[in-house]
T-cell receptor
Framework: GQSLEQPSEVTAVEGAIVQINCTYQTSGFYGLSWYQQHDGGAPTFLSYNALDGLEETGRFSSFLSRSDSYGYLLLQELQMKDSASYFCAVFNQGGKLIFGQGTELSVKP | NAGVTQTPKFRILKIGQSMTLQCAQDMNHNYMYWYRQDPGMGLKLIYYSVGAGITDKGEVPNGYNVSRSTTEDFPLRLELAAPSQTSVYFC??????????????FGEGSWLTVV
């Protein structure tokens, strides 16, 4: 089967850096994705890692270690609007995309 | 650009009733998904499809059925609605599953209450 684990909640202050970790178990791993979801809204795509290493997109970066079945999302220069839920998700070769339970990020002034 | 369109946005069902949630995408995506999300929880995969005529079960398929007769449409059927099916339902699509098209596009969601 497939499973993903991530912390349920994280709190940080404006301007800070926060890291949200994700460990996964899956067969036929294709890649690790990250999504952001604000209350009442649909999830939106943030990043995708298929290979080991760091991918950077503006203030957000995502890292993957396939050997450790581990990844993280790094958010820099936190802003109040970054308060949301963040989900890691795993693609397998059959096209199935499974999501973690989500990490609720609260950004304080 | 329409993207992924879900209807209806809100619906109240009585126990035992049936209904179909409609989902259509205009991006010529091969992969389509149905998820449910209970309050404060993650998204659970109900069914998915990798192309017209092909569907497969996800994590929580019981009580639901799908069909994929065209590339564009992926309706979700609820038979004999139960209170446990009260949830927000998201339809999503992507071009592929790997580097060729890994971005998932979501519809706005359908809020379903079973009473």
């Amino acid at each position: 089967g497939q499973s993903l684990e991530q912390p349920s909640e994280v709190t940080a202050v404006e301007g800070a850096i926060v890291q949200i970790n994700c460990t996964y178990q899956t067969s036929g791993f294709y890649g690790l994705s990250w999504y952001q979801q604000h209350d009442g809204g649909a999830p939106t795509f943030l990043s995708y890692n298929a290979l080991d290493g760091l991918e950077e997109t503006g203030r957000f970066s995502s890292f993957l270690s396939r050997s450790d079945s581990y990844g993280y999302l790094l958010l820099q220069e936190l802003q109040m609007k970054d308060s949301a839920s963040y989900f890691c998700a795993v693609f397998n070769q059959g096209g199935k995309l499974i999501f973690g339970q989500g990490t609720e990020l609260s950004v304080k002034p | 650009n329409a993207g992924v369109t879900q209807t209806p946005k809100f619906r109240i069902l009585k126990i035992g009733q049936s209904m179909t949630l409609q989902c259509a995408q205009d991006m010529n995506h091969n992969y389509m998904y149905w998820y449910r999300q209970d309050p404060g929880m993650g998204l659970k995969l109900i069914y998915y499809s990798v192309g017209a005529g092909i569907t497969d079960k996800g994590e929580v398929p019981n009580g639901y059925n799908v069909s994929r007769s065209t590339t564009e449409d992926f309706p979700l059927r609820l038979e004999l609605a139960a209170p446990s099916q009260t949830s927000v339902y998201f339809c999503a699509s992507s071009k592929g599953a790997g580097a060729s098209g890994n971005t998932i596009y979501f519809g706005e969601g359908s809020w379903l209450t079973v009473v």
